[in-house]
């Protein structure tokens, strides 16, 4: 049998060890700044003909992302890249404060509540 001073050390790493678990969804993003994707376009839109291109994550909002080319972001030097950050600020806040609100109540509307139960329901 494990002694007393012993066993709360075990239970208060246990807890420590499940409250981190539970805890860490809510702190941990999987998204890094400069992660990789492939995205599939319209060739008659992309001026070199391209039907894919590789882009990496250059601004993370709450709840939006912002890709960016790589033969275009590789281009641009430092300072390029930091007089976009006004713009990525502005458009994170546009669609935090208008359009994700707007779209989230035109696609998908707070569900109706259930009526109350009556003597005579069965549920």
């Known amino acids: 049998m494990i002694g007393g001073r012993k066993a709360k050390k075990v239970l208060w790493c246990g807890l420590a060890a499940v409250a981190m678990i539970a805890l860490l969804p809510f702190f941990a993003r999987a998204d890094n700044y400069g992660d990789q994707a492939a995205f599939n376009i319209d060739k008659q839109y992309d001026s070199a003909g391209r039907s894919q291109l590789s882009a990496s994550l250059v601004w993370a909002g709450e709840k939006i992302y912002f890709y960016a080319d790589n033969a275009w972001w590789n281009d641009l030097d430092p300072l390029e890249r930091q ?7 502005v458009w ?5 404060d208008t359009s994700s609100p707007s779209s989230r109540s035109f696609l998908a509307p707070a569900p109706v509540p259930a009526p109350p139960a009556t003597a005579n329901s069965r549920f």
């Open 83 to 89: 007089r976009l950050a006004p713009f990525f600020r």
């Open 92 to 96: 994170t806040r546009n669609f935090h």
